[in-house]
Structure formats: structure tokens, C-alpha cells
């Protein structure tokens, strides 16, 4: 039986597609901001995917389509389309241009068709999931294969550098090395990625705020200049420090005097976020999932209250979840000033559940908070 993507991509191009990929969209679990701090972070790559279906053509022609958008996006060749990405398009042609400089290249065109389950922009990283699809399927068009860990750094790069978001490795790995069940661990500082032991028998549910802080970059990169600041005159004592994260709590406390309060309270909540990631691994692997729970809440209310970086609305789904009967924590996923909710949950708690808690929101905010709930799910890959 052939798949949406492929029956969308022989309906666009009158012909099937000769490989098709797939890629997750992901969460993060545990850990944040640890990631340019050198810290830990835990994040679950969910069972909703992005497909890109290619195949090659026999003359030069580079042509892009995606289910969300009616028109083509046709080029002349590969190289034509490099000089002149923009859009949507940027994010595979980002890719590409990556892989060329590998040497990894498509002989010829190709036929490109891209179909998606995981919403953009709604904190599960669809932007990752579409560059490491992507590159899996311009690897089997030229008939090469990265290796896992290659790829997810190439497909971050081309975020980085193409697209010009500074994501970390967070999303480009966790959608590259996830497993059903298993949880990814990335350790930032060295890049090492693994999975490991993940909540059995639960859900993950994602609640939406619908609100975003308009100036959402300039406090992201407040936050990433104030943790320099924390690292420097902490360095000052402590010289053997490599990282933030290298500071222990007990040192911080020692140092409170050299750093301003508020560089003082963004430091206190990386050094101990990147603790309870590492708590969170031991926990998960004796399936305490009362204690994950409680420190994915300490999380939430140390970027609260610590780093600044949730919004009143937040707080109110957190409260509102743990609150609840069946869910065992929640917090603030991704960056924060807006954006998402994540609750880990039994399986027991139903969309009735989650539908009362987005109805207690409603109440207060005059906003629908849209939610989903999701499995942990396996990571990119060839699906032809
Ligand atoms: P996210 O948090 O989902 O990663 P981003 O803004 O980083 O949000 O990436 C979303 C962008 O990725 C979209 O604006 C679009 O350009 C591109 N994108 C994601 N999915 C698709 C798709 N199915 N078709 C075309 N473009 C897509
Ligand atoms: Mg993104």
C-alpha cells in the first residue's frame, strides 16, 4: 500500500517517488537552556512525521512541492536553486548545499514532495524533522549515507547557517537518534548522543498557550549573554571550569557575592537544571515515575522563577495539569516567553481530561488552548 506522500507525489509529478524518508517531530523533555550552558538535555521524538518523497529526473530541473503550499517551486538546476532559495524551500536547499560541500550530490534533478503531521511552529520542531528527511532522501539520490551522528550536525549547520536560526542540537538530534520508548540524552558539551530507559505506559501531552513574547529573540539572547556573564566571573574563581555547568550548587552559593543578582538566579537554574537531567536518567531507569514527574515541575518553576523565561499563562497550564488526576509533571518545553506546555501522563488520561484542562484555560484567558497528546516514537529514516 503506498503512502500519502507517495500517492501526493505521483499526483503532483505523474510518476512514483523512488525513495521516501521520514523524520519526527520532538520534544524537550528535560533540560532547559542547558544546551549552550555544555548541560544535558533529555528530549522524546513523538509519532507525528514529516515525509519527503524524491526521484530523480533526467534532465537538470529541480522542482519542490508540499501539501500545505499549491505551487511548484520549479528551478532550472541545483545550482540555480541554491543562488535563489527563499521560503519554505530553504530548509531542504539548505541541505543540499551542505551536502554538496560533503561531496554527497544528486547526479541529476529530482522531484521533491514534502507531506507533514507535525504542526510548524507549534514547539515540535518541524523544522528539523524537514532537514533530516531531506537529507536522507538526497543521500539515496546520490546514492550515498551519512552517518547518524554527521547527519544530525550537517542538518543543524544548515539551520544554523542557511536558514540562520541558532538552534542547538537538541532538535536535529533528538529527531535523528530517537527510539519508541526511549527517551534521547544529549550531553551538549561533547555532543555524544544516546537514548535511554523512557516512562513506560505514558503519554506526552503538549498544551499550546497561543501566546508568544513579542520580543522573544532579544530575550532569548539576554538570557545566552547573562549566562556568559554568570560563566566569566565564575571562571574567575574557578578556573578549572570548562562550562557553566561545571560550577556545582554549592560553589554557586559560595560565589553569590562576585555576580549580580539576576546572573546570579539564571546560573542557579542552569547549574541545577542540568542536575535533574541527570536525576531524571537515574529515575527513569528504576521507573520512578513520581520523581521524573516532580522534577520535570521543579523544572518549570525554577524557569519561572529563576531564568525568567515562562509567562503567566504557562504557570496556569502547569498549575491546572498538576492539579489534575493522571499526570505526573509538566513544564515549559523549548525556549519559553511562550509557546508550550509539556505533560508527562498514564495512558489512562484522555482527551476528556486533557479538554477539561483546556477549558479551565479557556475560562481565565479567553483562548482554546489546542492540545495533543502523543507516543514516543522512533527516529528518522528510509521508509522506501
Ligand atoms: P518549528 O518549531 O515547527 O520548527 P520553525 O519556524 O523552526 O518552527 O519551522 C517551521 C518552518 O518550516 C515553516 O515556516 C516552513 O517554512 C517549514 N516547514 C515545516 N513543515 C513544512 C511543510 N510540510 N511544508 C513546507 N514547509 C514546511
Ligand atoms: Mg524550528
Not at 541541505?95 to 511552529?121: H, K, M, N, Y
Not at 571550569?241 to 550548587?249: A, G, K, N, R, Y
Not at 531507569?285 to 520523581?291: C, S
Request: overall charge negative.
Amino acid at each position: 500500500m503506498s503512502s500519502a506522500v507517495e500517492t501526493a507525489f505521483e499526483q503532483q509529478f505523474g510518476r512514483p517517488p523512488v525513495f521516501v524518508s521520514k523524520a519526527p517531530g520532538r520534544i524537550e523533555f528535560i533540560g532547559n537552556h542547558t544546551d549552550y550552558n555544555g548541560g544535558e538535555v533529555l528530549g522524546a521524538a513523538v509519532d507525528r512525521f514529516l515525509r519527503v518523497a524524491v526521484a530523480p529526473r533526467e534532465d537538470s530541473k529541480v522542482q519542490f512541492a508540499s501539501e500545505g503550499n499549491p505551487e511548484v517551486v520549479a528551478f532550472a538546476d541545483a545550482q540555480s536553486a541554491l543562488d535563489r532559495a527563499s521560503g519554505w524551500v530553504k530548509y531542504p536547499l539548505g541541505v543540499l548545499a551542505l551536502l554538496a560541500r560533503e561531496g554527497i550530490q544528486p547526479q541529476d534533478g529530482f522531484d521533491f514532495f514534502v507531506t507533514s503531521e507535525i504542526p510548524a511552529g507549534a514547539g515540535l520542531s518541524s523544522s528539523a524533522a524537514f532537514e533530516l528527511a531531506s537529507s536522507i532522501a538526497f543521500e539515496a539520490l546520490a546514492g550515498k549515507e551519512l552517518d547518524r551522528l554527521e547527519r544530525v550536525r550537517l542538518c543543524r549547520r544548515a539551520e544554523n547557517e542557511v536558514v540562520g536560526v541558532p538552534c542547538g542540537i537538541l532538535d536535529q538530534g533528538v529527531s535523528g537518534f530517537g527510539e519508541a520508548g526511549r527517551l534521547v540524552h544529549i550531553d551538549c558539551s561533547s555532543e555524544t548522543i544516546e537514548t535511554v530507559e523512557g516512562p513506560e505506559h505514558t503519554r506526552l501531552w503538549i498544551f499550546e498557550s497561543g501566546k508568544k513574547h513579542n520580543l522573544v529573540d532579544s530575550m532569548y539572547a539576554e538570557r545566552n549573554r547573562e549566562c556568559c556573564e554568570a560563566f566569566d566571573l565564575l571562571k574567575k574563581r574557578y578556573q578549572r571550569i570548562q562550562f557553566l555547568v561545571d560550577v556545582t550548587p554549592e560553589e554557586l552559593m559560595a560565589a553569590q557575592g562576585d555576580l549580580p543578582e539576576k546572573v546570579f538566579l539564571r546560573a542557579r537554574h542552569i547549574i541545577e537544571e542540568h542536575l535533574r537531567v541527570q536525576e531524571s536518567v537515574r529515575l527513569l531507569a528504576k521507573g520512578d515515575l513520581k520523581g521524573v514527574g516532580e522534577l520535570l515541575c521543579a523544572s518549570h518553576w525554577s524557569s519561572s522563577r529563576y531564568f525568567e523565561n515562562s509567562i503567566e499563562e504557562l504557570d496556569t497550564l502547569v498549575e491546572l495539569l498538576s492539579a489534575s488526576n493522571g499526570v505526573y509533571g509538566a513544564r515549559l518545553t523549548g525556549g519559553g516567553f511562550g509557546g508550550a506546555v509539556m505533560a508527562l501522563c498514564t495512558e489512562s488520561f484522555s482527551d476528556e481530561d486533557a479538554k477539561a484542562v483546556a477549558d479551565q484555560y479557556a475560562a481565565k484567558y479567553d483562548h482554546d488552548p489546542r492540545f495533543r497528546g502523543m507516543a514516543i516514537a522512533e527516529g528518522a529514516g528510509r521508509v522506501l
